[in-house]
Structure formats: C-alpha cells, structure tokens
C-alpha cells in the first residue's frame, strides 16, 4: 500500500509539471518524483544488497541522475523543466527495464 501511494505521489507530481500547473503542489510532488523514480529502478537492480545498504545507495544513484541530466542540458543550452522530467523518466525507465529483462548469471 505504501510502495502504491508513493507511486501515484510521484506520477501526480510528474503531470503536475508536465501541464504546467500552478498548484502549491507542484514543486514537492515533482521534487519527490525526481528523487523516486531513479531510487526504486535502481533499487530493484541492487536487490542483492541488505536494506539499508539498498536504500541509500539508491538514493545517491538517484541524486547522481538527476545531476547528471540537468549538467547535460546545461551544457548543451537545452534546460528546460519539461524535458528534465522527461529524461529522467526515460533513464529510470531504462535502468528498470534492463533490471527486468537481465537474467543473473549462475555461478
């Protein structure tokens, strides 16, 4: 039920963003989808390590992202609100798909 709330905060906080709402609740809601969205693809391609070790690391991976999104748009003089939300949607998705389709290898 938590990992459900979490994910309809953080698509509200995308749409929000997206239409360009003028809402109080826009800035929270986007600062939460940014930070969530890389943190779970990431912390379902480090299933392997214990909780805490998990969630921390996925919460540095997820700041590491969104840096590097938005230094890349800088530097190519693309910044935009929109087009940040969108890449780090496509760059979670891309992490959590490749954790869905890689098979582990056995040893």
Known sequence: MLA???T?????GAVLALADAH?????PLTLFFLLAAPASALAAVLRGLDPL????TA???AIVVDMLVAQGM??????????GIIAV???SLCILLSCVTVKPIKT
Do not use: E, K, P
């Open 59 to 61: 919460l540095a991976g």
């Open 74 to 83: 800088l530097a190519v003089h693309r910044w935009s609100v929109t087009g």
């Open 89 to 91: 949607t496509v760059i």
């Open 8 to 12: 309809a905060l953080g698509t509200a």
């Open 23 to 27: 809402s109080w609740m826009r800035g």
């Open 4 to 6: 459900g709330g979490a």
């Open 53 to 56: 070790g998990r969630t921390l």
